[in-house]
């Protein structure tokens, strides 16, 4: 160890103003911060020396004052790069071994270094300080998630519960709630809507709600083809509507309507009994935003240059609900829901316009949008699906102007052609049920390093429109035939594992070259996708259907393939890795610009890069476990 100034005296207003300007000392107080400062060191090590050896009896907690060093865990695997203001060495400390990292000074480097007296003392008066430099990177990770929805709430107090995080009940106020029966007339519905001026009328029997009736109802069920006013309500209620309890947050109320296209959704109590009816206008002036309208009029486009005007609202929206505080799985829920709208729209308006199709079918999509994942600058991966009668469908030309249409809509409407051509107007991408099944099979049973890496975003797959049955079908197939094949999961679990995932930084990552954009960190490829990755791995192996990728981690724990502390592990890492990609997505369209998955690193917050450190900890380990666990001992 080369130390040319070693335990030199620390200049004390120096040390102060260092500390409280980086976390977790900022937020320390005066007689905190003091206590720490005593007995505090300042050491100089010269690039190339090694501070710390793995084995020594640790002392110190260690702050980088400047330059940087590099922590290699038993002295050889890369674990971390740190810089100025972060911190090494408390592990040993809390624990009380030896220290398990070799520092390096990859740069002529000073420490402070912090007494470890004063640093357990702290550690156990102070909560805020334990919780920093607590072990446990998915605990770090969770508290950093309700730190960020802390932070947008503003300090306000009832943000909690008045807030885009507040249940659909803070909507509403309990009142008597207008409602009639089944066998009331439709004239007398009509006349009490008008009486009591409202545009929703709650159909209820025997104290349960049994369907319900909007102004739309009376127009299109009744006006329109001159319907008997004197029949019941029963004949023209939508039946079994779907409701919300009051305890549902406001952010799933905002997605369910907008999967449905709703604009009025009724809210039951914990007895079933009904409390209120919330309207679109609720959320969106909860909200601030334009969110709800954006799917409204998708469906109400005449043309794919109406769908493309309104998904155009999409990137405006989405800042809207970020900076409301909305979290990651509800934001990409809903841009999602706005993709499969777009795609439903386009593919109904060039029905409309080729006439009914010659033979049964089904448009499927692939990846994100099948996983309700999506983020902003998506791209399209979709196909068709036949009835085994109907294999040359594939080739008929009504079908292949259909999927010329639909991949043209979507392309102008913001979801760009796949570079892959994993699109319809692909005719290998337009097969049979049987067609389909032997593709797949040809994939599990003579599995290829490099067409597995190509293949997997198909295992995740999810009927946009048309025949369900048919995708249902395949989807059976699939996972049946790969939950029995062993090779074939050692395979996709090798290309997950393949994954470069970032294991550490200083200044920089360990970054993705990218032509246009330089040094980046690839949030997509180099820390979503290895979850997604590891996720599919299990729903395969288990003959779990579910898409989603919380989903499929929940079933895994269920089904005995994944024990609950890792998979919460990883569902904490996915939201975090995701906020960061959709507040930087965000910020990006504020500013001008195009969105992307890449991030140069300096552009991130030292919060946000401390968090994503541990967030790829787990993730490498994760990755380890999954290889060890399906693909250990098979060549």
Known sequence: MTQTRPHAPVEPEELRGFLASHPPFARLGGDALTALMQGCEISYHRRGSTVTRAGDDNRFLSVVRSGAVELRLGGTDLHARL????????????????????????????????????????????????????????????????????????????????GVHGPVSSLHRRREVVTATPDMSIADAARLMANRDVSTLPVTGGGQLQGIVTDKDLRRRVLAPALDPARPLADIMTRDPVTAVEDTPVLTALVMMAERQIHHLPVTDATGTLVAVISSNDILARLGSNSLLIAKEIAAAADAREVARAAAQLPDA????????????????????????????????????????????????FGSLARAE????????NGFVFGDGDGSAGSDPYFIDLARRL????????????????????????????????????????????????????????????????????????????????????????????????????????????????????????????????????????????????????????????DADPSRDLAAAFEFVRDVRLRHQAEQVARGEAPSNKLPPAQLSRFDREHLRDAFKLIRDQLDRTRSRFAGGIT
């Open 318 to 365: 989405l800042g809207g609900l970020v900076a409301a505080g909305v979290d990651a799985d509800h934001l990409s829920r809903y841009v999602s829901t706005i993709g499969e709208s777009a795609h439903r729209r386009i593919l109904a308006l060039a029905e409309e316009e080729l006439g009914p199709p010659p033979a049964p079918y089904a448009l499927v999509c």
């Open 83 to 162: 810089g100025e203001g972060e911190c090494f060495g408390y592990p040993s400390l809390i624990r009380g071994g030896p220290a398990q990292n070799e520092v390096l000074a990859i740069e002529d480097t000073l420490l402070y270094r912090i007494a470890r007296p004063a640093f357990l003392a702290l550690r156990e008066a102070n909560a805020d300080f334990r919780a920093f430099f607590d072990t446990d990177e998915s605990g770090r990770l969770r508290r950093a998630l309700e730190a960020m929805r802390r932070q947008v709430q503003s300090g306000d107090p009832a943000a909690e519960v008045l």
């Open 407 to 562: 991949a043209d809509g979507l392309d102008g409407a913001g979801y760009r052609y796949c570079p892959g051509d994993i699109m319809a107007t692909n005719p290998a991408w337009r097969r049979s049920v049987t067609e389909w099944q032997a593709h797949f099979d040809g994939w599990m049973n003579a599995p290829d390093p490099d067409a597995i890496l190509q293949s997997t975003i198909f295992f995740d797959m999810r009927c946009l429109a048309g025949d369900a049955a048919l995708v249902e079908r395949l989807r059976a197939h699939v996972f049946a035939a790969a939950s029995a094949n062993r090779i074939f999961l050692s395979f996709i679990a090798r290309a997950a594992a393949s994954t470069r995932v970032p294991l550490g930084f200083f200044r920089n990552f360990l970054l993705q070259d990218d032509a246009n954009e330089g040094q980046v960190l690839d949030l997509k490829t180099q820390a979503i996708a290895p979850i997604v990755d590891i996720a599919r791995v299990h729903a395969l192996a288990n003959d779990i259907t579910a898409t989603n990728t919380l989903e499929r981690l929940r079933a895994a724990v269920d089904a005995g393939s994944m």
């Open 374 to 381: 999506q983020a902003l600058g998506s791209d399209q991966d």
